[in-house]
């Protein structure tokens, strides 16, 4: 089973979190204290601890109008529900799909509308409470693979459109599994941790000194589109500063790395233009590159479907974020001039029939090399990985048949593939640093599919 | 820029033997018939994440890895691409080429090879005990009744070239890719659709019969004609959900 996207990049703040809970559980009063200190933080959320009638209710009263329903697949493509909650040859929605973490195996919840294994009993409202607080109608605790700090932005009007879709969807009597994580992360109470530090329920507040379309956008970005579960580095104390959000991190397991999307000068977007990010984000190719790895998961089940204008909003509202640094500039790094030697001899041999003698690319898919922040990035990790295992960008409703890049991983040995990852990170003015056979061979272990 | 050219030219003159041979053996495409009608322009290049590790071709390297994909029926092929992205069958580098690519491009990647019918590769003549050949060459062309198994022929056809639209030959392969699939059959590993037939054999098949038919079919001389057998007209000796009938 293929690990996802979502299963992530919480998993680290999870530990973090979970280790400060695991020591203040040592003392229990401060532990009460802390889930006291919980409740308040979250008075919502404090009040759905208890089912209730209505949770279970069998009347779900949702409103299945059909234009409402339209409305609810839309959306819940702009979330990407299906990444997770749709198993490989899985039936649509039936969960079990299984998310490795370094804690053990989650496996996605059914959400079909089946009485006893799906969600059928829910009702709107609680299906809204779950969006907003990140609990369960039972007052269960959700695991934040589901990107729950970023789903409580979601209007009330929005989730109750998704939950109508989710009513018309094929019931599936299918049980979920049980996850596997292993003592103490299979204690939900440990989620009070990373709650306290990450999860800040509420409704996404529009900025009204801006305009309707950064609105939407953010609103997309920040809501549903849950970008910053892979883009926001979590910091080595467990928290995310506002300062980093946005400005990119490796994503753990997976080990991709997930660019900045900030305009700052490490592989931020500060010179692309809106049609770039919108082709890249759409199309998953653009004139500044293609999208790979598990973004290109992302496009394939979500961003190709949506809207023109909703995709132009998410391009106007990523290209506002700040500016910090601006690109990098200056000369670029001399390697060793044997090793460079080498890499440009296999450049030669292999790349450059479709990336072109100077790294110029033949667009539209066969993406430039020169001052593509892909390669030039400071983490090496995305280039390297290109080289070893190659890959398709995804085949969408604007680009259905993608040119393929080949794996180089059994032909290339390391120091031949830290070559010319070197020579493509150094040459045509591109500012990246060299990078070593060591780190090509630990890349050979990160998982594929 | 001819590089494109050449494999649109190629392409061209395939699609053009295939109108013209129209008669019996080239009619039955069966459900390969819902392939998209049109290639796209330089398929050549798209596929080159394909034809890195498999050849140019599709004819295969000389190793175990990387099998002889041309000629095969287009139905298997493309029973394989999709197997392969969801998880049918499991080989990573594979699964994470194929993960994001929609049905009706895998229906036409599938196409482009079943198209392409390069020279075989030399036979295999690794030196090995008569008898072991005797026995391999037996369950291929009459199975063994008393067992339950089936002849490799029954279905893979005559030429053993494979038979529209869904099952594939077994001539160009080495001998120990076509082990390593009964093995991977066996262990449950490698699922075709259901109801799946060749586990059903594979379960029934022990180490020495496997070694026995994989290196037979590996010596095997290059056929006259490598196309694929049309589709039969009797039923086959299992339901195969590859191969509805």
């Given amino acids: ?449 | 820029m001819h590089r494109r050219i050449i494999g649109s030219l190629v392409l061209f003159v395939l699609l053009a033997l295939r109108v013209l041979c129209g008669g019996v053996a080239c009619a039955a495409t069966g459900a390969a018939a819902a392939a998209p009608a049109t290639m796209p322009p330089a398929m050549d290049e798209r596929v080159r994440a394909c034809t890195s590790c498999h050849g140019v071709q599709g004819q295969g390297r000389n190793n175990d890895y990387f099998p002889r994909i041309a000629g095969k029926p287009a139905e298997y092929l493309f029973n394989q691409l999709s197997a392969f992205r969801d998880g049918g069958r499991t080989y990573p580098p594979m699964g994470y080429l194929l993960a994001f690519l929609p049905d009706d491009y895998l229906r036409q990647i599938a196409r482009y090879f079943a198209d392409l019918q390069p020279p075989y590769p030399e036979s295999g003549h690794a030196d090995l005990p008569p008898k072991l050949l005797a026995a391999g060459e037996r369950l291929v062309m009459r199975g063994d009744p008393a067992r339950g198994i089936p002849a490799c022929v029954a279905c893979h056809g005559a030429r053993m070239t494979g038979t529209e639209p869904g099952i594939p030959g077994l001539l160009g392969l080495h001998a120990s890719y076509i082990a390593g699939q009964m093995g991977t059959w066996r262990s449950g590993t490698r699922h075709a659709l259901a109801p799946d037939c060749m586990r059903t054999i594979a379960l029934k098949l022990n180490d020495n019969d496997i070694t026995a038919v994989s290196n037979w079919l590996a010596r095997q001389p290059r056929p006259a004609d490598p196309r694929p057998a049309p589709a039969p007209a009797g039923r086959l000796p299992l339901a195969c959900g590859s191969q509805p009938q």
């Fill in chain 1, 1 to 449: 089973m293929k690990p996802t996207l979502c299963s992530m990049s919480w998993s680290r703040a999870f530990a973090i979190g979970g280790i400060v809970l695991a020591q203040l559980l040592h003392a229990p009063l401060i532990g009460g204290a802390h889930a006291a200190a919980a409740a308040t933080t979250t008075p919502a959320a404090a009040q759905t601890t208890a089912p209730t009638d209505t949770d279970t209710d069998t009347d779900t009263d949702a409103d299945t109008r059909p234009d409402i329903v339209k409305r609810g697949e839309y959306l819940a493509r702009a979330g990407d529900c299906i990444a997770c909650h749709t198993a490989p040859r899985g039936k649509l929605f039936a969960g079990g799909l299984a998310m490795e973490t370094p804690f053990g195996t989650l496996y996605s919840p059914n959400i079909t509308p089946d009485p006893q294994y799906g969600i059928g009993t829910w009702s709107e409202e609680a299906f809204f409470r779950m969006m907003r607080t990140g609990r369960k109608p039972d007052g269960a605790l959700i695991y934040p693979a589901m990107p729950i700090a970023q789903y409580t932005k979601v209007t009330r009007e929005d989730s109750d459109a998704i939950f109508a879709f989710l009513r018309t969807v094929e019931p599936v009597r299918q049980p979920n599994r049980k996850h596997t994580l292993r003592f103490p992360f299979n204690q939900r109470d440990l989620l009070y941790g990373w709650r306290t530090l990450y999860f800040h329920e509420g409704e996404f507040k529009p900025d009204p000194a801006r305009s309707v379309e950064w609105n939407r956008g953010a609103y997309l970005v920040e809501g549903l589109g849950h970008c910053t579960m892979c883009h926001t580095r979590i910091n080595a104390l467990g928290g995310s500063s506002p300062r980093e959000q946005f400005a990119g991190g490796l994503i753990p397991v997976q080990n991709w790395y997930a660019p900045s999307l900030t305009s700052d000068k490490d592989g931020g977007l500060g010179d692309w233009s809106i049609k770039d990010i919108v082709d890249l984000l759409q199309a998953g190719i653009s004139d500044r590159g293609a999208v790979y790895g598990p973004m290109a998961e992302v496009t394939y089940h979500s961003l190709q479907y949506l809207s023109d204008e909703d995709i132009r909003a998410m391009a106007v509202y990523l290209k506002s974020l700040p500016d910090q640094h601006g690109r990098k500039s200056g000369p670029s790094a001399t390697p060793d001039p044997q090793v460079l030697a080498l890499g440009k001899q296999i450049y030669a041999d292999k790349c450059a029939i479709c990336h072109g003698a100077n790294g110029e690319g033949q667009l539209p898919h066969y993406p430039p090399l020169a001052g593509n922040q892909s390669i030039e990035m400071n983490s090496a990790v995305n280039p390297i990985r290109i080289v070893l295992n190659g890959g398709f960008p995804p085949g969408t409703k604007r680009n259905p048949q993608p040119f393929g890049m080949p794996p180089f991983g059994q032909e290339l040995s390391d120091a031949e593939a830290a070559a010319v990852v070197t020579f493509i990170r150094t040459a045509w003015g591109n500012h990246g640093l060299p990078v070593t056979a060591r780190e090509v061979n630990e890349l050979r272990k990160a998982p594929l599919h």
